[in-house]
């Protein structure tokens, strides 16, 4: 098991742990939960939470010709490449591999916190989030999750809100 695999006692990845504190968002480390089955998808953490899936930040890494950028997506929808790309002026958005998913933040597909990565980079979040009152991210591993207020999250994300999920979805 690697250091981005391990947890502290609330279930969080113990990196993403210090980011809380570097924060100031100790507050948020004893509201982790962690479940014994994996919230690797969107899917899986609504039903472990009993939340909506929307409810839900997914964390994705994307390539814009060839550097990474983060976009903040709710659970119940699917991120349009096309204005992802247009958003940032790139010429090719892609969606990132898994190794360059681990070593722009740190942690595996499935368990990216929507901030205290290992890498800065461009965060995009999509508007969707700010429909809740509390969504739920992943806390640096598949089996932790913590809940934030979405603007806040936002925030501590450093991201630019935008509208880059795909229509119908």
């Known amino acids: 098991m690697t250091t981005a695999d391990a947890t502290d006692s609330s279930g969080a990845n113990p990196r993403f742990a210090a980011a809380l504190s570097e924060l100031g968002l100790d507050d ?3 509201r982790t ?3 014994p089955d994996a919230t690797r998808t969107a899917a899986e953490a609504a039903a472990a939470i009993g939340c909506e899936l ?3 930040c997914k964390s994705l890494i994307f390539a814009a010709d060839g550097v990474p950028v983060l976009v903040l997506m709710d659970g119940a929808s699917r991120v349009d490449v096309e204005r992802v790309r ?3 002026g790139a010429e090719k958005v892609t969606r990132a591999k898994a190794d360059v998913v681990r070593e722009t933040t740190g942690y595996a597909i ?3 916190p929507p901030f205290g990565h290992r890498t800065r980079t ?5 508007r969707s989030l700010l429909e809740h009152d509390v969504v739920w991210a992943a806390a640096g ?7 934030m207020e979405p603007k806040e999250l936002v925030t ?3 991201a630019t809100l935008v509208d880059v999920r795909e229509l119908g979805s």
Request: charged share 25%.
């Open 156 to 158: 501590r994300a450093g």
């Open 110 to 112: 499935g368990g990216v």
């Open 86 to 88: 247009e958003e940032l």
């Open 141 to 147: 591993n598949p089996h932790a999750v913590f809940p």
């Open 54 to 56: 929307s409810e839900i």
């Open 122 to 126: 461009r965060v995009l979040a999509d």
């Open 33 to 35: 939960r962690r479940f």
């Open 28 to 30: 948020l480390h004893t």
